[in-house]
């Protein structure tokens, strides 16, 4: 069996393999989709095909709309290239239950493909046709928490986000300069309304998506590139809204299992490909069961009805609430505090790190006593039975091809919302946070982590994080086994509110994180002594 269109035709073979087909004509919502775009969303990897675009599969499937979703990369063009196209688009998602079994289905919601390339003129004329479009609702986004930032930690412009502010919207390389480029051009057909919806794992991410356009528009304001009615367009939320959001489902890197068991099952092709920038496809998804989507809802030009595929639309309040609930306390403070450590005491797989002694005890004190402490009831999601799942079922799930190594990825630019808003709320509540050990002892880790060698003293590749190069640097004469030599490396690291999101000195735990990432470097074994010591 195939997964192409002509391939789904052999309906029976797809029935006797388990694997559902859509119950809607592809073709006939394909053209729909192209020639009336309503939802277009960019950054298009794992997370997107098997639950953004299993939410409009879900509505197809159900005759709530007959459009589905235009899909644009503007990172990792090969994706495009190696898995939507050979497979026309088509998606192969398995759902991975705790006692070994699993749910597969053919998505084929994801009606077109754009890899948008600086400088490619046919992919930048579709888009704009697709955005000048009075039917486009709403444009989402998947493109991780580094995606938003225009500037480094020394508050410098990114080189693409200085090349695209000195260029103009005529040519674009940032993801944030295309999206305002396209909502220039959306302005000039006549100030259509749009929703730009972020669904990425950032605080406040509509904030930040919103900010990050905005920050562009002026810049090219500045310059004579747009006109003052364009800034009062974008920053008018009647008519450019940029919706809040919380997602939460752990999708991780395509599975070695996973693809044997479709080979098994009679499916061909199911290879799975890492790209030269180290993303890791398949044609296939895996993922957990457990999913929450909460949205604001506030959506100009309409929307598609997003609630009856599951998703919480509610109001800013609540979506800030559960968001803060998800990101600083039940579920991605624990993969950060986690994931770091489980690559030092050697482990590949994360549900393994779940049956680790010291590691069971630091995620129960950096989330149920120590987050769990300050955390606000969201009122449609209970923090308890959301912490107590993600510790007691999600995490241990062992059918979850999930590593410490992916979710260690990108931790300089997490650390500051997962870690650094339970800093401030103790900072607010007691003057300082000295209450904390969890977290100090979570942040110790990661830097302890950035040396590379595990704590038998054998070396590992970090995971992909734009910091790793400065970082290393910082901590280039620091050896394992010689705790001398740390004389301070990290002093101005851990005052740095652009990465932490307070001084943590001025918080009253630098000098704790210190000490412990000394004793973490003394010698073989050290980490995990250490952790035994202060748990």
């Known amino acids: ?25 592809i073709g006939s919502m394909r053209n729909k ?7 277009v969303h960019f950054g298009i990897g794992n997370i997107f095909r098997i639950f953004i675009g299993g939410i409009a599969d879900e509505l197809l499937n159900r005759k709530e709309t007959d459009s589905g979703i235009v899909c644009v990369e503007t990172f990792d063009y090969e994706v495009v290239e190696k898995i939507y196209r050979p497979y026309d688009n088509l998606a192969l998602a398995v759902t991975l239950y705790g006692d070994g079994t699993s749910d597969r289905k053919v998505i084929g919601s994801l009606a077109e493909a754009i890899a948008a390339k600086a400088g490619d003129t ?46 103009g919207p005529a040519c674009t390389q940032s993801a944030v300069a295309l999206v305002t480029s396209l909502l220039k051009d959306r302005f000039e057909a006549g100030k259509l309304p749009l929703a730009l919806v972020s669904m990425d794992n950032v605080s406040h991410n509509g904030e930040k998506l919103r900010s990050a356009v905005l920050e562009i528009a002026a810049a090219w304001q500045e310059k004579g590139y747009v006109s003052e009615e ?12 940029f919706p809040w959001s919380m997602i939460d489902k752990i999708t991780p890197r395509p599975s070695e299992d996973v693809a044997a068991m479709l080979a098994e099952l009679g499916m061909e092709d199911m290879d799975i490909v890492i790209t030269d920038k180290r993303t890791y ?41 559960s968001e803060r609930m998800k990101v600083t306390v039940c579920l991605n403070p624990l993969h950060t505090a986690l994931a770091p450590y489980g690559c030092v005491l050697g482990y590949s797989r994360f549900s393994d790190v779940m049956r680790d002694e010291e590691m069971l005890k630091l995620v129960r004190l950096v989330g149920p006593k120590e987050g769990m402490a300050v955390v606000k009831n969201p009122g449609i999601l209970s923090p308890q039975a959301f912490i107590e799942e993600c510790i007691n079922v999600r995490f241990p799930n062992e059918y979850i091809p999930d590593t410490p190594q992916r979710i260690a990825v990108d931790t ?7 870690f650094g808003e339970t800093i401030k709320e103790y900072i607010a509540r007691d003057g300082n946070a000295k209450a904390l050990l969890g977290i100090p002892l979570a942040i110790a880790g990661w830097l302890r982590y950035l040396l590379a060698v595990d704590d038998e003293d054998r070396p590992f590749e970090l995971s992909p994080d734009p910091m790793n190069e400065e970082l290393q640097e910082l901590l280039k004469d620091v050896r394992l086994g010689q705790p001398e030599t740390y004389r301070g490396q990290l002093k101005g690291l ?28 003394g010698g073989i074994h050290a980490v995990r002594e250490t952790l035994k010591k202060y748990l």
């Open 1 to 25: 069996m195939k997964l192409t269109l002509q391939g789904i035709q052999d309906t029976a073979a797809y029935e006797k393999a388990g694997i559902r087909l859509p119950d809607y004509d």
């Open 33 to 39: 989709t192209i020639q009336s775009p309503r939802w």
């Open 122 to 167: 046919a992919s930048r004329s579709r888009l704009k046709e697709i955005f000048v479009s009075p039917s486009l609702q709403m444009v989402s986004f998947t493109i991780t928490e580094k995606g938003y930032a225009l500037r480094d930690a020394a508050g410098e412009w990114l080189p693409s986000v200085k090349a695209d502010i000195e260029n």
């Open 230 to 241: 364009f800034i009062r367009y974008v920053s008018d939320e009647s008519a450019v809204s």
């Open 281 to 321: 496809i398949a044609p296939f998804v895996n993922a957990e069961a457990p999913q929450y989507l909460v949205v604001e809802d506030s959506f100009p030009n309409g929307r598609p009805p997003l609630e009856k595929a599951g998703v919480y639309m509610t109001d800013r309040e609540t979506v800030n609430a």
């Open 412 to 418: 300089s630019q997490m650390v500051g919302i997962r």
């Open 494 to 521: 851990l005052a740095n509110a652009n990465i932490f999101g307070s001084d943590l000195y001025e918080a009253g735990i630098g000098d704790l994180i210190e000490q412990i990432f000394r004793e973490e470097i």
